[in-house]
């Protein structure tokens, strides 16, 4: 896997995004790996995310979801859109104590203007939680980067996914 690399951070003035800012304190701070075929992301949960007792939002599932089936948009269509519609299925609940959750996103089909993307959300020991499609209204390229979009590239290095769970874990555990 090759992180992406986040193309507005540091370079974009009024670059707030809720959910890949990492700079955002009130944000979900998300990275986003390429796998092959799958934007891959790892995130761990805090004890502000609850909607019951260590049981993480079912909300914020959906803004897990909405924002690594974007970045497929971003990053293997090369360009931006919105999203369109998103259905939702919660599988089993996902409980904040884990030590992470992983986070997986598909291109499922493009059609001129449509581009669908399936997303998951996975628990440390391979459980499905939850899973979406997202349709996305994609921009044409001239209109995404007069819109500000910018072109989302590949890190050099290569790194496992333990190693992407190991540098999330501690990362969140510093914070």
Known sequence: ?????????????????????????????????WDG??????WKAGANHVSWI???????????????????????LQTSGVTAKMEMRYRKPVSTVWPYILLRARLVEQKRTLAVVKGEIWSPDGMLCAECTCTYFVYATEK?????YEPALLDNEDVDLQEVIRRRVYKDIRR
Request: aromatic content about 12%.
């Open 144 to 148: 995404a980067i007069e819109m500000g």
């Open 1 to 33: 896997m090759k992180k992406i690399i986040n193309p507005w951070v540091g370079n974009t003035n009024g670059y707030n995004c809720f959910g890949c800012d990492p700079n955002n304190p009130m944000g979900m701070r998300m990275d986003f790996y």
């Open 54 to 76: 260590d049981t993480l939002h079912g909300g914020l599932q959906a803004t897990l979801l909405d924002e690594i089936c974007g970045w497929v948009v971003f990053y293997q």
């Open 37 to 42: 075929e799958d934007v891959v992301s790892v």
